[in-house]
């Protein structure tokens, strides 16, 4: 199991958010310190990403562990190999989506993606690497930099859940790729903390009482 990592009011990268975000800073006190884990199978983690897309989190966790329980416990290349598209497919994946975990697959038993290089490699090349199958883009790699790597500079301007917990803290609509990378710039080195906090305030119900400032 990966090592227990823990976010708090004593961590820099905590520091630096509050005292460059008000907003933000606010959202953080209101969640509080976290606790979380790194993605130890890198491979496994990108192939519930590929099930997850265009999914709520709910439905993905319940695909991706049926098809753990196809692999007997781990998602693996080895053990995706072993099972056919029609096993893949009743677990309620669709058809493009099974080519995509082949993609993967592929790409790995040939050694085209080599994820112990990736922890030598910057975010831009490493994107670049993943996105080149395809199936795979760049929120998908994104969220492997993010959960998997914990790499503490990835804004994930792509994902809806993201977006969810940025428009709370903000109070805004305007989700446009350029508006969101201008507002939170601010949020740099520490562009993954801060979605952390995000997604947390999301997954805990926070975001559904508008949010105050100095309340």
């Known amino acids: 199991m990966s090592e227990l ?25 209101m969640v509080g310190p976290l606790e979380y884990r790194i993605a130890a199978n890198g491979y496994g983690f990108l192939v519930s990403q590929i ?5 709520s989190n709910k439905v993905a966790a319940v695909l991706t ?13 080895e053990a995706i190999d072993q099972l056919s598209d029609a096993t893949i497919r009743s677990i309620g994946v669709s058809r493009s989506k099974v080519t995509y975990i082949r ?22 090349a490493i994107i670049q690497d993943l996105t080149a199958i395809k199936g795979i883009g760049n929120w ?14 990835i ?3 792509e994902d809806v859940a993201f977006l969810q917990g940025y428009g709370w803290v903000y109070k805004t609509t305007d989700y ?8 939170c710039q601010k949020w740099r080195p520490y562009s993954s903390v801060a979605a952390r906090y995000l997604y947390v305030a999301l997954d ?10 100095f309340k």
């Open 5 to 29: 990592k823990r976010l708090d009011d004593q961590s820099p990268a905590v520091q630096y958010l509050q005292s460059k975000d008000k907003h933000l800073g606010k959202a953080i006190q």
């Open 51 to 55: 099930i997850g897309q265009m999914l």
């Open 65 to 77: 562990q049926r098809l753990l329980t196809h692999c007997q416990g781990e998602i693996t290349a």
């Open 103 to 124: 993609n993967l697959t592929t790409a790995v038993t040939s050694q085209t993606i080599d994820f112990d290089r990736y922890a030598t490699m910057s975010d831009t």
């Open 140 to 153: 998908s790699a994104k969220m492997y930099l993010i959960f998997a790597l914990d790499r503490p500079n």
């Open 155 to 157: 804004l994930p301007y």
């Open 176 to 183: 446009t790729a350029r508006t969101v990378q201008k507002k």
């Open 204 to 213: 805990r119900g926070l975001t559904k009482e508008p949010f105050h400032l």
